[in-house]
């Protein structure tokens, strides 16, 4: 088990409404990088944060937005929900220069959101 | 987005036979990764490669990074019914950047 958790667990929203999901990373670890699952899909990165700051982005729209805080901790913020947006929403935390052992991408147990 | 080409999508075995499943890519990779997902969880990471070549263990999992860096393998030996879900690959370009994953292949063991 990952020290990184996820909340909250599950979520249902009506179209159109704002959600905010969040998560905590794992000690040692300064890096967050949010995936969104689609069922029966590989996760999709949407973007990472570093530094308090937005490091890199997947291919979604600027109305999916993060913040990440001093703790390293980080929210990923969704506007003007859609039905497509129904999805596991996985976050994973890792050191910015990984590649050796314990620097990996380790995620959380994931947001379950559904859109109605 | 772009995905890994995973294969096989799902595998059907009995216990205690070995397993084999691969990855593809059209572009390279500096590290590949490979992560199991039960259902209702995250995917939990199993093995990471970093070298072009490497092969890595961990008890009946062995995995290996191609030597093109487009390509990983995974193999699990004598399998058991908690070997069950889906595996996922995934390769990441460098430290610090996004992991792109396969579609994952889908693991069932008949005890």
């Known amino acids: 088990e990952t020290g990184v958790t996820q909340s909250p667990t599950h979520l249902i929203k009506t179209r159109g409404q704002q959600v905010t999901l969040r998560c905590s990373s794992q000690s040692g670890h300064n890096t967050v990088s949010w995936y969104q699952q689609a069922l029966g899909q590989g996760p999709q990165f949407i973007f990472q944060y570093y530094r308090e700051e937005e490091n890199g982005r997947g291919n979604f729209p600027p109305r999916f937005s993060g913040l990440q805080f001093p703790n390293y901790s980080s929210e990923l913020n969704v506007n003007a929900l859609e039905l497509d947006d129904s999805a596991l929403y996985l976050c994973a935390s890792s050191c910015y220069f990984s590649g050796r052992a314990g620097c990996e991408q380790y995620f959380g147990p994931g947001t379950r959101l559904t859109v109605t | 987005g772009q995905q890994l080409n995973q294969s096989p999508q799902s595998m059907f075995i009995q216990e205690g036979e070995d397993v084999s499943m691969n990855c593809t890519s059209s572009?390279?990779?500096?590290?590949w990764l490979w992560y199991k997902q039960d259902p209702g969880e995250g995917p939990v990471l199993l093995i990471a490669l970093y070298k072009a070549g490497e092969l890595t263990s961990n008890g009946r999992l062995t995995a290996q990074f191609g030597i093109t860096r487009k390509d990983s393998f995974l193999n699990i030996s004598a399998s058991i019914p908690s070997d069950v879900g889906i595996y996922f690959c995934a390769g990441q370009l460098g430290a610090g950047n996004m992991l792109t994953f396969g579609g994952g292949t889908r693991l069932m063991v008949k005890p």
């Open positions: 572009s390279i990779f500096n590290t």
